[in-house]
């Protein structure tokens, strides 16, 4: 048995060694980056309204220069928006690129500001000018007409002294409102109610409070090493829990909270009045995320209630598919939900908790809600999967009415799209790719969805002169035949069909989202540097991943060691059939995070099929990770699975080669998880190699050495392209 291991910029390199090592592996890559880099322009349009939406201001990139550009809102017609000569002439005098930031403009003036300056400078028509401030749309301050220390009348402030509330009327006195508060069992976060009668008060019961403990090695700014601590509650902890009190400024007995509404709970939301200053509402999440209500009191009639109730066997992703809207101060809710199968919208309602009408269906699924037009009770929503045969990942953007009716597609072009509304709610600009089109930059009508008028489209050409490729699409069936399985093939620089070459997956099996990233880019990180140096590339979204139905995305349920394996390896050999230079008896994986507990479970649980990984950051046992990804999916309270599935745990069926890194100061996954999965290799007899990088972070394996060591560790266990008939 071998172990081998690298501190980074420590033990084993020199700087000057670095910079060499570096420089082998990394230099062509950073010129080619540069070259295709500088082959196109505009990918990142920012549009900078007018205050009344009548028009933007955008920067055109130019070959060796830029233009500012305004265009009619109306009609897209475009124009410079000044006379670039003598802008280019005031930035020269301050030695500076001609690059305006916080552009704020209307009729009779244009005001900016420079990168790195707080001055703010005007465009009278002729010169630049500086002027005192920013012009800016003015705002009425009603945060503490909601909440806060003092009522929104004025006359009471509240005060908290030794884990109790003190209620003071200014002009008069003050009152102790509650003798019961501890240090582990105190009030907080004060919720006013609008008419100032009353408040609501947050008691919170402490939990355990996990700390997690480092050591930097190397600081920067001391010898000797420091020890780190932070907040850092697991799978499994007890956890502050919280119960919303209402007390009254006459002098009422206060509403005590129902404990059995709120029992097991995760997390409890924000308190918001009503406009009646009469009842309280709140979010309700239980642990094991299988129940999320909308939970109400009336504090005149003193009751409690289950507003709006969802209920899962398995989970509900709170952080990514709910949304919850409320129309009319709580009369109706517009409710996301997956009962039906896939993420959908429904109105339910306020008074009775009832669905009124499922306002969107079907076999597509609904990715979230960009905005509600409560006055035309419409509602615009971004949605995948409408398309039959199209890319579901896609982003399309839609108008829907709240009875279901009047369905309206504003994004018809082919690809992904994002879009930028104007401050009028009159027109958007619509920009759309996909990995083998660059943007295209559309202005349309928000009502109806109508071409106005194309702004910018961009031209590949020159990047296609430089040798640049894109990604190509490709589909299989899952394990089960059942669901179509999306991903690309990214073809390596200077393609010979005439040879094998061996294959790199990039893993994210993360199910909070899908990870193929649709839009069009010119260099895909690694993806692209590993391509560069000779291997196929592939990114796919098996099952367990998110934006597809349920039965797709909950595959993960208490299941996160299938990572979508039996897919990613079946699509790898269709892929092979259309691409015989693909050799499946070279593949390795890489990932980071939850990539890196996949790349190294592709050895431990495939290793038949993956012969090489790479693991970054991994959280390689879920109850060493965070509390709320991993109980997300994994389910609480703790069961055995979660040791069954653990990398740790199972690190005696490690096959192929490991290379593991991580960074000492890792605050988002314990870098214990690293440590752990090392010791458990050392203890199982098996071979790997470990990188730790002193004073880095989450991803700390995307730094230069580490990343070009993954290059290089590649190159070495998978070798080179070798002839078909090899």
């Known amino acids: 048995m071998r172990f081998f291991l690298t501190l980074y910029l420590g033990l084993m390199l020199s700087a000057a060694a670095e910079h060499g090592f570096a420089e082998r592996i990394n230099g062509a890559l950073s010129k080619d980056y540069a070259k295709q880099s500088a082959a196109i322009r505009n990918l990142n349009l920012k549009p900078y309204w007018a205050e009344d939406g009548s028009s933007f201001i955008y920067r055109k990139e130019i070959k060796g220069g830029q233009r500012y550009i305004i265009v009619d809102a109306k009609t897209g017609e475009q124009k410079e928006a000044f006379d670039h000569k003598i802008m280019e002439a005031f930035f020269a005098a301050q030695d500076k690129k001609m690059e305006l930031h916080h552009m704020v403009f209307g009729e009779g003036y244009f005001e900016f500001r420079i990168k790195g300056d707080r001055e703010t400078y005007q465009w009278d028509g002729e010169q630049v000018i500086k002027v005192d401030s920013p012009r800016k749309k003015q705002q009425e301050e009603q945060e503490r007409m909601h909440h806060g220390p003092v009522s929104p009348d004025g006359k009471w402030r509240v005060d908290f002294r030794e884990h109790n509330v003190v209620l003071v009327e200014l002009e008069k006195g003050e009152k102790v409102l509650t003798s019961d508060g501890k240090p582990d069992h105190y009030y907080a976060q004060v919720k006013w109610a609008p008419d100032s009668s009353r408040l609501a008060v947050m008691k919170v019961k402490a939990g355990q409070r996990r700390m997690v403990t480092v050591v930097e090695s190397s600081p920067k700014d001391q010898l000797q090493p420091k020890v780190h601590s932070w907040r850092y509650d697991k799978p ?41 200053s009469k009842r309280i509402s709140y979010d309700y999440v239980e642990r094991g995320y299988g129940k999320y209500y909308v939970l109400e ?72 809600v960009e905005r509600v037009d409560e006055d035309n009770r419409r509602i615009l929503f971004i949605a995948g999967g409408m398309e039959k045969g199209k890319d579901p990942y896609y982003r399309k953007y839609y108008w829907i009415n709240f009875d279901g009716t009047g369905l309206v597609e504003l994004t018809p072009g082919d690809g992904t799209h994002e879009l930028f509304l104007s401050p009028d709610d009159q027109v958007y600009i619509d920009k759309y790719s996909r990995y083998d089109m660059a943007p295209v930059y559309e202005l349309r009508n928000l009502k109806t969805g109508s071409l106005i008028k194309e702004i910018l489209r961009v031209d590949l050409e020159e990047l296609k002169a430089t040798g640049w490729q894109a990604p190509i699409a490709f589909t299989a069936k899952d394990r089960d035949g059942k669901f179509d399985v999306w991903g690309y093939v990214l073809f390596p620089k200077d393609f010979d069909p005439t040879k094998k070459y061996p294959v790199i997956e990039n893993i994210y099996a993360g199910p909070h989202d899908q990870h193929v990233y649709k839009p069009f880019t010119v260099w895909r990180g690694a993806i692209t540097d590993l391509a560069h140096r000779g291997f196929i590339m592939v990114r796919i979204d098996g099952k367990g991943t998110g934006k597809r139905c349920k039965e797709f995305s909950h595959f993960c349920y208490k299941n996160i060691v299938d990572a979508g394996f039996p897919d990613r390896i079946k699509w790898m050999k269709e892929a092979a059939k ?35 990984a790479v693991s970054d950051c991994g959280c390689h046992d879920n109850r060493m990770d965070k509390i709320w990804w991993n109980e997300q999916w994994m389910d609480w309270p703790i069961g055995p699975h979660y040791a069954e599935q653990s990398n740790v745990t199972n690190a005696a069926k490690l096959k192929g080669r ?69």
């Open 578 to 612: 259309k691409y015989p230079q693909m050799d499946l008896e070279r593949v390795g994986i890489y990932g980071g995070s939850a990539g890196g507990q996949n790349s190294t479970g592709a050895l431990l649980f495939h290793g038949d099929f993956y012969k090489v």
């Open 297 to 368: 009191a009336d504090t005149e009639a003193r009751s409690h209630r289950i507003a709006v109730r969802e209920e899962s066997d398995t989970y509900i992703f709170v952080g990514g598919n709910s949304y919850r809207y409320d129309v009319n101060d709580g009369e109706e809710y517009i409710w996301a939900s997956e009962r039906d199968g896939r993420n959908h919208l429904y109105l339910i309602d306020g008074k009775t908790g009832a669905v009124k009408n499922q306002i969107t269906k079907g076999e597509w699924v609904v990715f979230d």
């Open 236 to 276: 499994g902890d007890v956890i502050d829990t919280r119960a919303p009190w209402v007390f009254y400024v006459d002098g009422r007995d206060p509403l005590a909270p129902d404990l059995s509404l709120i029992e097991n709970q995760f997390s409890l939301g924000k308190v918001w009045w009503r406009s009646d």
């Open 658 to 726: 490991l290379l593991l890194t991580v960074g000492e100061m890792d605050r988002n996954v314990d870098p214990a998880s690293t440590y752990q999965l090392a010791s458990a290799l050392l203890k199982a007899g098996k071979e790997y190699e470990l990188i730790v990088v002193p004073s880095g972070g989450h991803g700390a394996g995307e730094q230069l050495y580490p990343r070009c060591r993954r290059v290089q560790f590649f190159e070495k266990w998978l070798g080179a392209p070798t002839p078909m008939s090899h």
